[in-house]
């Protein structure tokens, strides 16, 4: 079986003390670039050493410190985009129009400027994940029980989502007055998000699952503007380009394309910890999809 | 250099787009212990599968969904135990003070049960890194910008020590009042935590790195105990063995080594980060140590 290869790959190239160690000093490295142009001098007294270089597969030197090589992946465009949870429950009902309600403002406020759209919303959708990673880990922590993995999967959303916005602020620049909206947003929509999934897990996941589907429909909208040249269809983003280990001349078309199979992945992780709710369960009883991407 | 070999091997063992499919495919099934008994059945419903097993090194099960092979490290003992950031600031002084007046009554308290206190302070070393790296997120998203790797550094940090926690309680469980304990100590200090990080991360950063130099004594303490027989050298618990790669025949003094190289990795980091913003900079602007353990 090629997934247990692929593992016991994995554990071999860091089960030897040596190559542990090695993989500690790779880890602790990094360029001085992907960002910012000063340097901390004091790094090796704390026996942080950042030396060495990581490099791409090609051999050219690994740029980015905000996210590694390992980090990287290979989009699964093949995911059925058109699934669709179908509201039975009143709260499925209330999650539903919920999401829906919150398109109508939302497309008045956009129009079809799909770029600044795009970079603005994702600022939100970096929030969800991050808020029930957080819960469960103190969750975890207070009731002395496992995670089944939900942690680091709803994190891993988080840290996703917030990938789709590096991107899409190298395509669009936000303006100050929508940094500003930003801020008011996220402060609101991440006390919201907080208190609810407090309250119900169940309803906040379901209402994430259905904000995903609208990303989807959004990013179809967005493809289709690309291909009619309503929009520019720029070079990819050098920071998408390694991200998602597209080819050297992939364009916003390709980026918009594994962005949006992305979001059928987050959709179908938060309809199913929705669902483990809904079956009366805990997340801990159900492994976390863990790497579903 | 071998550190890159390394990060070749890692390259390679994911750049396909067979090997990432399969590496999805491994990550998005788990087996079904590690916890709890019920099994959800419609996990197919939303394309998450989990039938394929993940196998340990030795072909045998891997029989945990809170965590994964590829998360497993051998910990670097060789660290320097002794290492220690004098006080020269005020605010270095504070910190300093802080931390050791809430040694004095943690003192009293456990006197020298060491295994019921490493698991009661293990519940609050899990709450920086966790907030540390979720107002770092906040912040890359609320102002546009990298991180420099720390947010992933902080929540790396918050996971080792839930996994702490996740050892030590199957060496010493908790009773009623000290779970009631827990819960009061966790909401007192994830607020205040938090409250701290967003008005110094300097000095939250400082005080983190001196409760670690303080976990480090205790630590050597236990494993003097240990040693001297006072307490008994029951054998690893079989998490702690996955985790940190130990033989079959590990003990709890192997696992308390483990343990307290972990927490002076911890002491490095947050020293170092608190170094940063000493030189008047942010922590993006020097790349985070992560896998640094
Ligand atoms: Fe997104
Ligand atoms: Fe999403
Ligand atoms: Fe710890
Ligand atoms: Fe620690």
Redesign the interface.
Known sequence: ???????????????S????????????????E???K???V??S????E?N??????DGTEWKW??????ET??A?TS??LT?HHEPKTLMDKIAYWTVKSLRFPTDIFFQRRYGCRA?MLE?VA??PG??GG?LL??R??????????W??AL?EE??NE?MH??TF?EVAK?RWYE?AL??TV?GVF?NAYFLGYLLSPKFAHRVVGYLEEEAIHSYTEYLKDLEAGKIENVPAPSIAIDYW?LPANATLKDVVTVVRADEA?HR??N??AS??HC?G?QL??????????
């Not at 003390?17 to 360029?31: C, H, L, Q, T």
């Not at 060495?52 to 597969?57: A, E, G, I």
């Open positions: 079986n090629n997934g247990v290869q692929a593992v016991m790959l994995r554990l071999m190239s860091t089960s003390p040596a190559a542990a160690s090695e993989a500690k000093d790779e880890a602790a490295k990094a360029s001085k992907g960002g910012d000063k340097a901390v004091i790094n007294y704390w026996g942080i950042q060495n270089k990581l490099v791409r597969d410190t905000c996210f590694r090589p390992w992946y290979t699964d995911i059925d699934r970079m600022t970096a929030v991050m808020v957080m880990h103190l975890s922590l207070r009731r002395f029980e496992q995670s089944g993995g942690i680091r994190l988080a840290e917030r916005l590096m602020m936000p940094r930003v801020i996220q991440f280990r992945h179908d992780v309809h199913f669902d483990i079956q369960m801990k009883q159900s492994p976390a999809p863990i790497g579903y991407h």
